[in-house]
């Protein structure tokens, strides 16, 4: 039997519920995920760069497993700088003139100048990106996974800025021989 103040029990628990949906975002969740896994971006605009991505992420899933290393793809450049220049992202696989473009400012990428991105790697044709909030620990081991790689991935040694580009120090720090601590807590 219909009983109204049931109903009305009822509605008022499914607008209170409707009400939590709408607010709710699963940004919480993303933000665990990004913090539990090595995202690296690579856009679906440059299908060479996404191939090589691919290689660099299986080389440090054998070497790092733990960091669950993984290609995340945008869906274009700008949406990558976008993700970079917010710090929702700290690695990217770029082109050289993409990147030199990024951190120059050039179109398409003038609304996001200043770009804090750092080399990491340069295979001659492609650059491994960072944020310059990507700590000096862990700059210093994903290079050192993919430079013991070298041999097969056909890494170059950059010393010093490409395009004005600075190396990120802790690659810089792993081809000078240093020796960094990484249990230590980075200032950057």
């Known amino acids: 039997m219909y009983n109204r103040r049931n ?13 939590e949906a709408i607010a709710h975002t699963p940004y919480g969740l993303w933000d665990a995920f990004r913090k539990q896994n090595l995202q690296i971006l690579t856009s679906h605009e440059d299908y060479t760069g996404d191939d090589l991505a691919e290689v660099w992420v299986a080389t440090l899933r054998k070497e790092l497993p733990l960091s669950r290393a993984m290609v995340s793809r945008a869906r274009n450049f700008s949406r990558v700088a976008s993700l970079l220049k917010t710090d929702q992202s700290k690695l990217a696989v770029l082109s050289h003139k993409q990147a030199r473009d990024m ?3 050039a ?27 990507l700590p000096k620990s862990h700059a ?4 050192a996974a993919l430079m013991h790689e070298s041999r097969d991935l056909k890494f170059l040694k950059p010393t010093k800025a490409t395009y004005g580009i600075p190396l990120h120090p802790g690659s810089q720090a792993y081809f000078s021989g240093e020796e960094v601590p990484l249990d230590a807590v980075d200032e950057k």
Request: include cysteine.
């Open 7 to 19: 109903a009305i029990g009822v509605i008022a628990v499914m607008a209170a519920c409707a009400k």
């Open 103 to 105: 951190f120059s400012g």
């Open 107 to 133: 179109p398409p990428f003038e609304l996001f100048a200043p770009m804090p991105i750092q080399v990491l790697l340069d295979d001659g044709k492609y650059f491994l990106i960072a944020r310059e909030s």
């Open 140 to 143: 210093f081991v994903i290079t």
